[in-house]
């Protein structure tokens, strides 16, 4: 009974960082049932994912820039422009991939440093500098396309970025060998980093849960991580998409967890002005943050156009909204100062699962919008109600 109540406070406690989760596992059971379990069958899941790829990257960039009291919406045209500059140097110039790819990156983190500098610098509100961009980012692919409309990418290196799978060293029991070997490690690493974290926070007497109630975390999150894993490699294994966005979880997870420049961001994010009394450097830090949702809309739009394998007029369309809606569902607060990598990625696969579950049940795209619109009003509402409960 003790262990009960422990695991009710913990629920009540964490209901932000945990409702999301519950949200999928329910939304995923739903959909397994209403499509007579074609939905977690293993080629869907590898599709989900993949097709959530380009959208998780952007929500963790925009994550960031809601963390710290900002807007970006220039963010999925800036994608679509930079998909259509990689086909047009890899078709017309035929440049090589390992060259293609740094310079996309390259003039990401530009693009982004320029909505940084007039936000940070000139003191432009970051809606209409952002705004601006959008129309200049759309214009821009415009004029990329405009020859043809649509740029065909017949280049099987890039394209497996978007559509291939990690190499099978070999097969056992008809399931790929190397993602068995990286999800258990995957596993193993999350399982080491809970049990390290755990003895720091004894060590500085910071409160932490029961060892009964600690194991079940471990062995609830390694059973969902095993389960996911089982699946892709009874499928094509791991994607090189799904790869990208678990580096990308992982070099953000660290940077904002970590580092000096991750608890500056979400120091700013809570409050800009005591922020700046303490010595942090608001405009720096609003600068590196519009910087780094450049590299990942360039990121973003490498995923895309590999995926689609050709660069379109409307890439990128709307992609800053499903970015925005994966962030607010994942848990970022509209006030500022509150959000996880993790959180955001989970707010895309969400929305992602939403989408292809509705698709299997033959939902049209009227009312697809309007559920999804529903989801994000109740993800605001849900931040809203635990701000009021908390103060």
Not at 321 to 329: E, G, P, Q, S
Not at 382 to 387: P, Y
């Given at each position: 009974m003790k262990y009960i109540n422990e695991l009710k406070g913990l629920l009540k406690h964490n209901i932000r960082d945990y409702g999301m989760y519950?949200?999928?596992i329910v939304i995923m059971i739903t959909f397994q049932i209403l499509t007579n379990g074609l939905f977690m069958s293993s080629r869907n899941i590898s599709n989900l994912l993949d097709s959530a790829g380009y959208i998780a990257v952007?929500?963790?960039?925009?994550?960031?820039?809601?963390?710290?009291?900002?807007?970006?919406?220039?963010?999925?045209?800036?994608?679509g422009f930079l998909g259509a500059v990689a086909a047009i140097l890899l078709m017309q110039f035929n440049m090589p991939v390992f060259i293609v790819i740094p310079i996309i990156?390259?003039?990401?983190?530009?693009?982004?440093?320029?909505?940084?500098?007039?936000?940070?610098?000139?003191?432009?509100?970051?809606?209409?500098?952002?705004?601006?961009?959008?129309?200049?980012?759309?214009?821009?692919?415009?004029?990329?396309?405009?020859k043809t409309g649509t740029i065909i990418v017949d280049n099987d290196a890039f394209n497996a970025i978007g559509n291939?799978?990690?190499?099978?060293?070999?097969?056992?029991?008809?399931?790929?060998?190397?993602?068995?070997?990286?999800?258990?490690?995957?596993?193993?690493?999350?399982?080491?980093?809970?049990?390290?974290?755990?003895?720091?926070?004894?060590?500085?007497?910071?409160?932490v849960v029961s060892k009964p109630?600690?194991?079940?975390?471990?062995?609830?999150?390694?059973?969902?991580?095993?389960?996911?894993?089982?699946?892709?490699?009874?499928?094509?294994?791991?994607?090189?998409?799904?790869?990208?966005?678990?580096?990308?979880?992982?070099?953000?997870?660290?940077?904002?967890?970590?580092?000096?420049?991750?608890?500056?961001?979400?120091?700013?994010?809570?409050?800009?002005?005591?922020?700046?009394?303490?010595?942090?450097?608001?405009?720096?830090?609003?600068?590196?943050?519009?910087g780094s949702m450049g590299m990942l809309s360039a990121l973003s739009g490498i995923l895309f156009t590999a995926r689609l394998q050709s660069a379109t007029t409307t890439a990128g369309t709307l992609f800053e909204?499903?970015?925005?809606?994966?962030?607010?569902?994942g848990g970022v607060s509209a006030a500022g100062g509150v959000g996880k990598v993790t959180g955001a990625v989970i707010g895309a696969i969400v929305m992602a699962t939403l989408t292809n579950g509705m698709n299997l049940l033959g939902v049209g795209?009227?009312?697809?919008y309007m559920i999804r619109g529903g989801v994000l009003a109740l993800a605001v509402?849900?931040?809203?109600?635990?701000?009021k409960q908390r103060a």
């Open positions: 519950i949200a999928l952007l929500a963790v960039g925009v994550m960031l820039v809601i963390v710290i009291r900002h807007i970006d919406l220039s963010i999925g045209f800036l994608a990156l390259i003039l990401g983190i530009c693009a982004g440093s320029a909505t940084g500098f007039l936000v940070a610098k000139v003191g432009i509100p970051a809606f209409v500098a952002t705004l601006a961009g959008w129309l200049i980012y759309r214009g821009a692919i415009l004029l990329a396309t405009e291939g799978y990690i190499p099978s060293i070999a097969e056992v029991g008809g399931f790929h060998l190397l993602t068995l070997l990286v999800g258990l490690t995957g596993i193993l690493f999350y399982i080491y980093s809970a049990i390290k974290n755990r003895k720091n926070k004894i060590k500085y007497e910071f409160d109630i600690f194991v079940l975390q471990l062995l609830f999150v390694s059973g969902i991580m095993g389960y996911i894993t089982w699946l892709l490699a009874g499928y094509n294994g791991f994607s090189w998409t799904v790869m990208i966005i678990l580096l990308v979880v992982l070099v953000y997870h660290f940077i904002t967890t970590k580092t000096v420049i991750g608890r500056h961001i979400y120091s700013v994010g809570s409050n800009p002005e005591a922020a700046h009394l303490t010595g942090i450097n608001v405009s720096k830090i609003t600068f590196l943050v519009f909204l499903d970015a925005i809606a994966a962030a607010f569902v795209i009227a009312p697809q509402i849900f931040d809203v109600m635990t701000r």
